[in-house]
Structure formats: structure tokens, C-alpha cells
């Protein structure tokens, strides 16, 4: 087979929460992990998953245009943010076209391929998550590095769940014969309904105190880079929390915390006014000793 590249982008169900575009080779796919953090759940599979939240990273097809490293008091790298440009666009283009047209019930789960100019055989699965509005459902999906509280600064009270599940039965090869078959020029998205196996590969909740949200999201991450494909004039801020970095980004209509700690992408936003970064900042000290 041609060397694949692939593609995690997690879907915003979160009212302005801003996640880039990610593309991961083949060879960095094989590194993803389940919750547990121990056993791998995509060894020899060469696809990534769109799902709840997640997210990202990129080795090929990708141009850095900024560079933000974190650090430990020692100068360690403990993991970098990046923004550039991504080779994939026109394909992103054509799938977010026909994911828009889906309109996938939570729980579902399709690949996406375009067979048309795409000599890396670049495709994407996406997996809308499983909502749940009891608490006691994220607390059985939980695992290490992956603790939510039930009730934030003692005012924001758990409203939604959602629970992303990994694809199973992916053949690949029989992706590409059977878009080979039933794509034209002219319409060369190809979408096959996939089935969702009990492994979980990312986890979301939201927390309300009746006017203003909050959102959290985990899931297992793969290396120590997020990476953009966009680039971003947003504000930007490095915070220190418990001798560890994270970024702090604020856009016209969203905020957010986000760091990588234990092979996990973490991120807390909102988009509402009256939570401020002093309140995100504590939220983010709060999970970051739940999952020590």
C-alpha cells in the first residue's frame, strides 16, 4: 500500500471550541493508546479517528509557521504548540462537505475517503461520541489520566457527557477497491458506515451554573505536539500549574486551557464572558492534580 497519510480532527460539539486539524502518519498512528495509557488500540491500523475531542498531530505535509515550546524549571520540553499549512486543504474541503451532509447521530461512525488526486491515499473516519447526561456513565468509562470532577468551583454542576468509541473491523484495502468502484470524477467522496467497538478514545463533559458552560476534554494523545493547521492571531499566554506549562488562548468568542501531560491532550474552554482565564486557570489546577 502507499504510504498513508492520516487525519484526527475532532468535531466541535462544544459551541465555539476551537481544535486544529491533525495529520498523523502511519507510523506515529501505531504509538496511539487506549485510556488504560498502557495497551495500544491501533497497532497495524492505518487510519486516525475524528471523534469528541481530540486531536493532534502532524510529521509530513505540514509548513511551521510559529513555534510555542513549554518547559519544566529545568528546561525540559515538555510539549510545543504549532501552527502552519496543510498539503491536505482541497481534500479537507471535499469530506467536510459530505460530513456536513451526513448529519451523524451520536454513536455512528463513517470513513471518509476521496478518490480523486489523492496519491497518499489520505483518509478520515469520524465517530460522533455517545451522550449521556449521568455523570455515573463518564465515572465508569474513567480511567488513568482520564478523572473528571463531578461539580467545578463549586458552582458548575456536570449537565453532558460525551463518550467517543474506537471504529473496529477497519479494512482499508477494501475501503479503496470499493471507492474505486463507486466513485465518479465528479463526486469522489466515498462514505462507508463503520461500527464502534467498547474501547474508549476520548471522553467530554460540560458543567453549567444555570446561564454560564464549561467544557472539558481528555483523550489519549499521541508524542508531545499540537499542531494547528491554521493559522491563529489569537491571544496567547503561558501559565505555570503545579511546576507544569499550559497555554492559555483567547479568541473573540472562546477561551480555553490546553496542555499535553501523560500521553493525554487535556483542554478546558468556555464561551461565555463571565468565566475568566483566573477561573479556567483553577479548573485546569484542579484536573491536573486529579490526574497526578
Not at 9 to 33: A, L, Q, T
Not at 54 to 77: C, P, Q, R, Y
Not at 114 to 135: A, C, G, H, L, Y
Request: charged share 30%; aromatic share 10%; glycine share 4%.
Amino acid at each position: 500500500m502507499k504510504n498513508m497519510r492520516l487525519e484526527s480532527k475532532i468535531k466541535d460539539h462544544f459551541n465555539g471550541v476551537s481544535i486544529p486539524e491533525v495529520d498523523v502518519s502511519n507510523k506515529v498512528m501505531n504509538r496511539i493508546i487506549n485510556p488504560t495509557l498502557k495497551t495500544n488500540i491501533f497497532i497495524k491500523k492505518k487510519y486516525a479517528i475524528i471523534a469528541l475531542s481530540v486531536i493532534f498531530i502532524i510529521t509530513t505535509g505540514f509548513a511551521v509557521s510559529k513555534l510555542i515550546t513549554m518547559k519544566d524549571k529545568e528546561g525540559n520540553i515538555l510539549w510545543t504548540y504549532n501552527e502552519g499549512t496543510n498539503e491536505y486543504a482541497h481534500l479537507n474541503k471535499m469530506m467536510d462537505d459530505k460530513q456536513t451532509k451526513l448529519k451523524l447521530k451520536p454513536g455512528e461512525s463513517v470513513a471518509l475517503y476521496v478518490n480523486k488526486d489523492n496519491p497518499s491515499e489520505f483518509m478520515r473516519i469520524i465517530s460522533e461520541p455517545i451522550i449521556t447526561n449521568e455523570f455515573s456513565e463518564i465515572q465508569k468509562n474513567m480511567s488513568d489520566y482520564l478523572k473528571f470532577p463531578e461539580v467545578l468551583l463549586q458552582k458548575y454542576n456536570f449537565t453532558e457527557g460525551r463518550i467517543s468509541k474506537e471504529p473496529k473491523d477497519v479494512n482499508t484495502e477494501e475501503i479503496f477497491r470499493e471507492a474505486a468502484k463507486t466513485t465518479t470524477y465528479d463526486n469522489p467522496v466515498f462514505v462507508k458506515y463503520i461500527d464502534l467497538s467498547d474501547n474508549v478514545t476520548g471522553i467530554g463533559t460540560t458543567y453549567s451554573d444555570g446561564v454560564n458552560t464549561i467544557n472539558i476534554n481528555m483523550f489519549p494523545w499521541i508524542g508531545n505536539d499540537i499542531i494547528s493547521y491554521e493559522e491563529n492571531s489569537s491571544k496567547k499566554q503561558k501559565i505555570e500549574l503545579e511546576d507544569y506549562e499550559v497555554l492559555y488562548e483567547e479568541e473573540e468568542n472562546n477561551k480555553r486551557v490546553f496542555w499535553i501531560k501523560n500521553e493525554v491532550y487535556y483542554t478546558i474552554s468556555s464561551h461565555s464572558k463571565e468565566v475568566s482565564i483566573q477561573n479556567l486557570i483553577k479548573i485546569a489546577d484542579t484536573i491536573i492534580k486529579l490526574n497526578e
